[in-house]
Antibody, heavy 117, light 111 residues
Framework: QVQLQESGPGLVKPSETLSLTCTVSGGSISSYSWSWIRQPPGKGLEWIAYMYYSGSTNYNPSLKSRVTISVDTSKNQFSLKLSSVTAADTAVYYC???????????WGQGTTVTVSS | QSALTQPPSASGSPGQSVTISCTGTSSDVGGYNYVSWYQQHPGKAPKLMIYEVSKRPSGVPDRFSGSKSGNTASLTVSGLQAEDEADYYCSSYVGSNNFVVFGGGTKLTVL
């Protein structure tokens, strides 16, 4: 059974780059596609990005200029980088498995990232 | 791209049925059969309940069903149980920019 675990700094300074990693266990990262989603405190979900197992990517148009996702098949991990962060980027960040771009069927537990000086 | 529109809250008594709506546009909900529904309990990760409008993943009770008419999708929970109390989010594929948009979420209360 596939399990996902997010990791990365819990605190990031404004204007810096947020970097998170999702480690996939119980299955090969090359067999599926993967997504990042976030949830600001007390608010709803926001889709961030999607990576097809071949490496092609799709980004939320509102975040596209600041987001990069990548995969490291040797470590069975995929990553998120969000540049020039502000307090508005404070959220719980989730990684998820996507059978297709249209839905996410396995989710990590989420990791809280706070943007503050 | 605006978020899909969901009612902030819904409620029902145990055993009853409740329906949650999710309204978009012809560019998202109305244009594709790619609506999904997620259940989220407090402090927990979302859980996929419905995908491609009406399909249920393995393990999801058949009390949960999905449908769509025009630009509005719906999630119906039949035979409400206490453990169904949670936040529910819809999502849809947006073909114009090839991404996904979520609804604002609906808090379901079991009275």
């Amino acid at each position: 059974q596939v399990q996902l675990q997010e990791s990365g700094p819990g605190l990031v300074k404004p204007s810096e780059t947020l970097s998170l990693t999702c480690t996939v266990s119980g299955g090969s990262i090359s067999s599926y596609s993967w997504s990042w989603i976030r949830q600001p405190p007390g608010k709803g979900l926001e889709w961030i990005a999607y990576m097809y197992y071949s490496g092609s990517t799709n980004y939320n148009p509102s975040l596209k200029s600041r987001v990069t996702i990548s995969v490291d098949t040797s470590k069975n991990q995929f990553s998120l980088k969000l540049s020039s962060v502000t307090a508005a980027d404070t959220a719980v960040y989730y990684c998820a498995r996507s059978v297709t771009i249209t839905f996410m069927d396995v989710w990590g537990q989420g990791t809280t990232v706070t943007v503050s000086s | 791209q605006s978020a899909l529109t969901q009612p902030p809250s819904a409620s029902g008594s145990p055993g009853q049925s409740v329906t949650i709506s999710c309204t978009g546009t012809s560019s998202d909900v109305g244009g594709y059969n790619y609506v999904s529904w997620y259940q989220q309990h407090p402090g927990k990760a979302p859980k996929l309940m419905i995908y491609e409008v009406s399909k249920r993943p393995s393990g999801v009770p058949d009390r949960f069903s999905g449908s769509k008419s025009g630009n509005t999708a719906s999630l119906t929970v039949s035979g409400l149980q206490a453990e169904d109390e949670a936040d529910y989010y819809c999502s849809s594929y947006v073909g114009s920019n090839n991404f996904v948009v979520f609804g604002g979420g609906t808090k379901l209360t079991v009275l």
